[in-house]
């Protein structure tokens, strides 16, 4: 193991060239510093990169013990190896001198970071699977960071006994906001979080910190044990709201007799604590394991396509057998994801199981996103030093590469994604209509700004679907539209208005209902058939959700396919207005 040095971070990321044969992997590793902005003032802390990384892998924030150096304690804790071993990022606060306050203001600087290193200014990470830990008296920073934006944070571990009683600072909590630029919102609800703690016996701040997190866990009695741990309390059997979105996973841990930090101590802990991660979705952002691909038998495929390493996850349930043909639905990550992380994000791979057809999770090529900035964060339809990318070949050829392989039904081929991979499904509805017989986007429409390719549009028209949140910056907008009974930004408005006429639909013949939390909006032709949806859902910034990914399947794309004549039909019936025109 490099003994470790601090290098310094590059004034231009732009000047670091990409491997194509590893498009997603960060281009810097090692030590650097950074710099966070709390309340107007600057503080430092310390970023380790293992090499080799792949972007949006976990990251870990940690409160270390005052009085020593961040470089020593790195590696002499274990934490450089955990990083090293488990594929992290790892980040390092710094106490100002005289060591850790516990008064809030050093809890706010653990948020801070927290913000800061989604900025994506030197590497890609997700808000999905950010963790805490806390270390000697480093330990109640961790806890009170969590305890203030407690639905941000995917889990929390410390060791040590805390110096304050978190119910002393129950009701504290950051105020909700958005981050500029960056999709990120900080919605700061309490809401349910695994935690372990490591303590030398159960003293009265610990006692406090547990039942505090007991509480907001909707922990059950008795506390069993195992696993290095003393005492767990699991979360209530009974369940009152569908598990669709959200599970109730939460357990608080408690290991009792032994606070000291090692390799293996790290490591039985984050064994636990890294299972969960939390997506967006309405309301609050929603708690989950992790579902691997590889864990569930998603198969991963790789193939070199217009010069540049391209992979996608392929989820074919046992159910779909070899002596008949499926549908299949291509699934696609929003900007700065990954395949890994889409698929379980979505969960449609359930969906796949219980309505049985083939899913395949695509990754995207690459873009410069800022000015001067990564030249490889993943996006769809983005551009390499001023060369469009491809991306409708990429999906053309993976599509005809599974097809070749797998028994696909070449009349029910569908897509849908989000954000990033919502405006390339749109792209899809519009420039491969031939290959797909209906597309969905989330959080995401065609903008000319956004899509750095053209491409030729195709015949025949086919069906869309739009789903977005009522808070989300990126397409809606505040106000009334005098046309449409939402309002989206402008250029989402302009794609609207484009399909209204494409389709030849009147926008004055729109049915409306609510199922809640999404207010619908249909467009239907002269024979009733919905070429246009529009789903708007309540409390919901930019952001997609399990359940979007059953409704989008059944009571979208299963009600549309492509007959033996190649015809598009909707339930049974040839959609006529399309059939003679072919509108490309």
């Given at each position: 193991?490099?003994?470790?040095?601090?290098?310094?971070?590059?004034?231009?990321?732009?000047?670091?060239?990409?491997?194509?044969?590893?498009?997603?992997?960060?281009?810097?590793?090692?030590?650097?510093?950074?710099?966070?902005?709390?309340?107007?003032?600057?503080?430092?802390?310390?970023?380790?990169?293992?090499?080799?990384?792949?972007?949006?892998?976990?990251?870990?924030?940690?409160?270390?013990?005052?009085?020593?150096?961040?470089?020593?304690?790195?590696?002499?804790?274990?934490?450089?190896?955990?990083?090293?071993?488990?594929?992290?990022?790892?980040?390092?606060?710094?106490?100002?001198k005289g060591g850790w306050q516990t008064d809030g203001g050093?809890?706010?600087?653990?948020?801070?970071?927290?913000?800061?290193?989604?900025?994506?200014?030197?590497?890609?990470?997700?808000?999905?699977?950010?963790?805490?830990?806390?270390?000697?008296?480093?330990?109640?920073?961790?806890?009170?960071?969590?305890?203030?934006?407690?639905?941000?944070?995917?889990?929390?571990?410390?060791?040590?006994?805390?110096?304050?009683?978190?119910?002393?600072?129950?009701?504290?909590?950051?105020?909700?906001?958005?981050?500029?630029?960056?999709?990120?919102?900080?919605?700061?609800?309490?809401?349910?979080?695994?935690?372990?703690?490591?303590?030398?016996?159960?003293?009265?701040?610990?006692?406090?910190?547990?039942?505090?997190?007991?509480?907001?866990?909707?922990?059950?009695?008795?506390?069993?044990?195992?696993?290095?741990?003393?005492?767990?309390?699991?979360?209530?059997?009974?369940?009152?709201?569908?598990?669709?979105?959200?599970?109730?996973?939460?357990?608080?841990?408690?290991?009792?007799?032994?606070?000291?930090?090692?390799?293996?101590?790290?490591?039985?802990?984050?064994?636990?604590?890294?299972?969960?991660?939390?997506?967006?979705?309405?309301?609050?952002?929603?708690?989950?394991?992790?579902?691997?691909?590889?864990?569930?038998?998603?198969?991963?495929?790789?193939?070199?396509?217009?010069?540049?390493?391209?992979?996608?996850?392929?989820?074919?349930?046992?159910?779909?057998?070899?002596?008949?043909?499926?549908?299949?639905?291509?699934?696609?990550?929003?900007?700065?994801?990954?395949?890994?992380?889409?698929?379980?994000?979505?969960?449609?791979?359930?969906?796949?199981?219980?309505?049985?057809?083939?899913?395949?999770?695509?990754?995207?090529?690459?873009?410069?996103?800022?000015?001067?900035?990564?030249?490889?964060?993943?996006?769809?339809?983005?551009?390499?030093?001023?060369?469009?990318?491809?991306?409708?070949?990429?999906?053309?050829?993976?599509?005809?590469?599974?097809?070749?392989?797998?028994?696909?039904?070449?009349?029910?081929?569908?897509?849908?994604?989000?954000?990033?991979?919502?405006?390339?499904?749109?792209?899809?509805?519009?420039?491969?209509?031939?290959?797909?017989?209906?597309?969905?986007?989330?959080?995401?429409?065609?903008?000319?700004?956004?899509?750095?390719?053209?491409?030729?549009?195709?015949?025949?028209?086919?069906?869309?679907?739009?789903?977005?949140?009522?808070?989300?910056?990126?397409?809606?907008?505040?106000?009334?539209?005098?046309?449409?009974?939402?309002?989206?930004?402008?250029?989402?408005?302009?794609?609207?208005?484009?399909?209204?006429?494409?389709?030849?639909?009147?926008?004055?013949?729109?049915?409306?209902?609510?199922?809640?939390?999404?207010?619908?909006?249909?467009?239907?032709?002269?024979?009733?058939?919905?070429?246009?949806?529009?789903?708007?859902?309540?409390?919901?910034?930019?952001?997609?959700?399990?359940?979007?990914?059953?409704?989008?399947?059944?009571?979208?794309?299963?009600?549309?396919?492509?007959?033996?004549?190649?015809?598009l039909c909707w339930r049974g019936k040839i959609i006529e207005?399309?059939?003679?025109?072919?509108?490309?």
């Amino acid at each position: 193991m490099d003994k470790l040095t601090v290098k310094s971070l590059p004034e231009d990321m732009a000047s670091l060239p990409v491997d194509f044969t590893e498009p997603n992997r960060t281009l810097l590793h090692g030590c650097f510093w950074e710099q966070a902005n709390i309340a107007g003032k600057e503080r430092k802390f310390l970023t380790y990169i293992p090499k080799d990384l792949e972007y949006c892998q976990p990251c870990l924030v940690v409160a270390p013990p005052s009085g020593h150096d961040p470089l020593t304690y790195l590696e002499a804790s274990g934490l450089r190896a955990l990083a090293d071993q488990e594929r992290l990022f790892l980040f390092l606060l710094v106490p100002e001198k005289g060591g850790w306050q516990t008064d809030g203001g050093d809890a706010d600087y653990m948020n801070t970071v927290y913000m800061a290193i989604q900025r994506r200014d030197f590497y890609v990470t997700m808000q999905d699977n950010i963790y805490a830990c806390g270390i000697g008296d480093g330990a109640v920073i961790a806890h009170q960071a969590a305890q203030r934006m407690t639905s941000e944070w995917s889990g929390l571990f410390s060791f040590g006994a805390l110096t304050r009683n978190l119910l002393e600072t129950r009701d504290a909590r950051v105020a909700s906001q958005e981050q500029n630029g960056s999709e990120l919102r900080i919605a700061a609800v309490k809401c349910q979080l695994p935690v372990w703690l490591a303590v030398t016996s159960m003293d009265e701040h610990t006692a406090a910190a547990v039942n505090y997190w007991k509480a907001e866990n909707h922990a059950a009695e008795p506390p069993l044990s195992g696993q290095g741990a003393d005492l767990i309390w699991m979360p209530s059997p009974v369940r009152r709201y569908s598990e669709v979105n959200e599970e109730q996973i939460a357990q608080v841990r408690v290991t009792l007799g032994n606070e000291d930090v090692s390799l293996e101590s790290l490591r039985r802990m984050w064994g636990y604590i890294g299972l969960a991660r939390r997506h967006r979705g309405y309301g609050q952002k929603n708690l989950r394991y992790f579902k691997r691909p590889s864990d569930l038998g998603a198969v991963l495929q790789q193939r070199e396509i217009g010069g540049m390493d391209r992979l996608w996850y392929e989820y074919v349930p046992e159910s779909c057998t070899p002596d008949r043909k499926w549908p299949l639905v291509v699934a696609m990550h929003g900007r700065g994801g990954t395949a890994e992380t889409f698929f379980d994000l979505t969960n449609l791979f359930q969906v796949a199981e219980a309505r049985k057809f083939i899913t395949v999770f695509p990754q995207a090529g690459i873009h410069q996103q800022k000015l001067g900035g990564l030249k490889n964060v993943l996006y769809w339809n983005g551009s390499y030093e001023g060369t469009p990318i491809d991306d409708v070949a990429f999906i053309r050829a993976m599509v005809a590469d599974v097809e070749s392989r797998l028994p696909i039904d070449q009349g029910r081929i569908y897509a849908c994604g989000q954000s990033s991979g919502g405006i390339m499904a749109d792209v899809l509805s519009t420039c491969a209509s031939d290959l797909f017989t209906a597309c969905a986007s989330w959080s995401g429409m065609y903008h000319p700004k956004k899509v750095h390719g053209t491409y030729p549009r195709t015949a025949p028209v086919i069906p869309t679907l739009f789903l977005c949140g009522a808070e989300d910056a990126f397409c809606t907008e505040r106000g009334e539209d005098p046309e449409l009974p939402f309002r989206l930004i402008p250029e989402l408005r302009r794609d609207i208005m484009e399909k209204l006429e494409r389709c030849q639909l009147d926008i004055k013949r729109i049915q409306t209902w609510t199922t809640d939390p999404i207010t619908w909006y249909c467009w239907p032709d002269e024979q009733g058939v919905p070429m246009l949806s529009v789903g708007i859902v309540r409390d919901m910034p930019h952001a997609n959700y399990p359940e979007e990914s059953w409704i989008s399947y059944d009571q979208f794309f299963s009600g549309f396919y492509r007959n033996e004549k190649s015809q598009l039909c909707w339930r049974g019936k040839i959609i006529e207005s399309i059939q003679d025109t072919g509108k490309a």
